[in-house]
């Protein structure tokens, strides 16, 4: 390997590192006290993004049912051909972008408005028809991505990826979500074994 491939990878490292301390600073405290409550009283959440924001949405639906909050994700593409029919008035729908203008979320943006289900928005651009259209932002401040050409999905999935486990961390709090729980849904793998004591 070049030294100049190891820099980099340790360069990669020191930029997702701040990017996930600067969470925190850039945080809307009001937006996301409201967001938590909005997910720990609807009866369902939905999310959808695109690209490597979809895979964090993807784990964020995987990681809101492990604590028993009826999650699913929906990809865009089948959001917009009958997949929408399944979100309600009283749901959720968070919706992931950092420019808040991806195409493919601009229909469902107005489908769930129609709908009258809460959205909530993740995104750094505030003036976005995502932000417009939400009832609740939570804003997201990008220094740089991580890699070598600045333009990969690094420093920002970090910065997706922290804000969703902070909300999961305040709706386990907030909920009052158990281990005994966890362990009557997850009896599998050395997580199961741990919590159900199985030697």
């Known amino acids: 390997m070049k030294n100049e491939a190891l820099n980099a990878a340790l ?4 930029i997702e590192a701040a990017e996930a301390a600067n969470v925190a600073k850039s945080m809307d405290m009001d937006a996301f006290a409201k967001a938590v ?7 369902r959440i939905m999310t959808c993004a695109s690209g490597s924001s979809g895979i964090a949405a993807k784990k964020f639906a995987h990681s809101l049912c492990c604590i028993e909050r009826g999650a699913m994700f929906m990809p865009p593409c089948e959001a917009v051909h009958g997949g929408l029919g399944s979100l309600k008035g009283d749901d959720v729908m968070i919706m992931v972008s950092r420019g808040g203008k991806t195409a493919e979320l601009l229909p469902i943006i107005d489908v769930c408005n129609k709908k009258g ?3 909530i928005a993740v ?3 505030l003036e976005s028809p995502l932000a417009k259209a939400a009832q609740i932002v939570l804003p997201m401040k990008i220094g740089s991505e991580s890699d070598p050409t600045g333009l990969m999905a690094t420093g920002s999935y970090i910065a997706t990826i922290v804000i969703f486990d902070a909300l999961l961390s305040a709706l386990i709090v907030e909920t009052g979500y158990t281990r005994e729980q966890f362990g009557l849904i ?7 074994s741990l919590l159900n004591d199985k030697k």
């Open 11 to 14: 360069k990669s490292i020191e």
């Open 37 to 43: 409550d909005a997910l720990a009283n609807c009866p």
């Open 117 to 119: 289900a809460t959205l």
């Open 123 to 125: 995104t750094e651009n």
């Open 186 to 192: 997850h009896p599998g793998g050395a997580v199961g």
